[in-house]
């Protein structure tokens, strides 16, 4: 399976500094390159919340376009988030969705058995559906999100696909949530789920590199708030 990963950050601001911020991005930004706006909304399937290493899974659609359908696995190691995806049809969504899961046991997308195995031993079933409005830009060393909208939308899983279904706010009035994420390299280390089987030496190495670029991440993280915090306090 493979996955994405990066170190992420969030600060809650409000309008005037999004507002500044953004032009500030926006004078550094390459050329033709501009914000990407969207609404997301992302279905949480129940589990065990307490422990961040645990998974989480997720049914995603991107602008209530039953072509950008996605299962999403997340998962945080080392303070390094994991993120794996997989493109769903709206029928096999809705297949999921109404707990028929047999399918995705025997199929060739890994992520689909990976999913398949922890909704039966865990009994993972649908939760609530988040809604987010979000500009993102894509910059040199990973990219800028200001989530401007979390709405958490009315009746549950039923209503993933209904665009007019009643929500309550979730972000304060006149506050932005901004995310930076920073991607890692995945050439750095092997991060399969078979990393190191059979070789002591080889898992040693592969820890000692997973800390070395946590620390990394933490210090260009740390800097860019620093900076926003310097520019606009």
């Known amino acids: ?38 609404t997301l909304r992302k279905l949480k399937f129940r589990g065990d919340v307490s422990n961040e290493a645990v998974p989480h899974y997720y049914l995603c659609v991107k602008n209530q376009d039953e ?16 993120r794996a995806c997989a493109k769903l049809s709206r029928t096999d969504c809705d297949r999921i969705l109404r707990g ?19 909704a039966t031993l865990n009994h993972l079933s649908p939760g609530n ?23 958490c939308v009315v009746g549950g899983w039923g209503n993933l696909f209904w665009p007019e279904a009643m929500t309550i706010q979730c972000l304060e009035e006149n506050k932005v949530l901004t995310v930076y ?36 991440m933490k210090q260009f993280c740390s800097v860019f708030f620093i900076f926003h915090c310097h520019l606009y306090g």
């Not at 028929?100 to 046991?105: A, G, L, S, T, V």
């Not at 988040?130 to 709405?151: D, P, S, T, W």
């Not at 898992?203 to 590199?209: D, E, M, Q, V």
């Open 1 to 38: 399976m493979q996955y994405t990963m990066y170190y992420e950050e969030q600060q809650k601001i409000d309008y005037d500094e999004y507002g500044r911020l953004k032009q500030q991005l926006l004078q550094k930004k390459e050329e033709n390159q501009k914000f990407e706006k969207y």
């Open 67 to 82: 072509d950008t359908i996605y299962l999403e696995k997340k998962y945080m190691q080392m303070h390094i988030w994991h």
């Open 100 to 118: 028929d899961i047999e399918w995705m046991k025997d199929s060739k997308e890994a992520l689909f058995q990976d999913f398949y195995l922890q």
């Open 129 to 151: 559906v988040i809604e987010y409005q979000k500009e993102r830009l894509k910059c040199k060393e990973g990219y800028v999100a200001f989530v401007k909208k979390v709405r």
């Open 181 to 216: 994420k920073k991607e890692s390299q995945p050439s750095e280390y092997d991060l399969g789920d078979d990393a190191g089987n059979g070789d002591p030496f080889r898992r040693y190495g592969i820890c000692l590199l997973k800390r070395k670029h946590c620390r990394k």
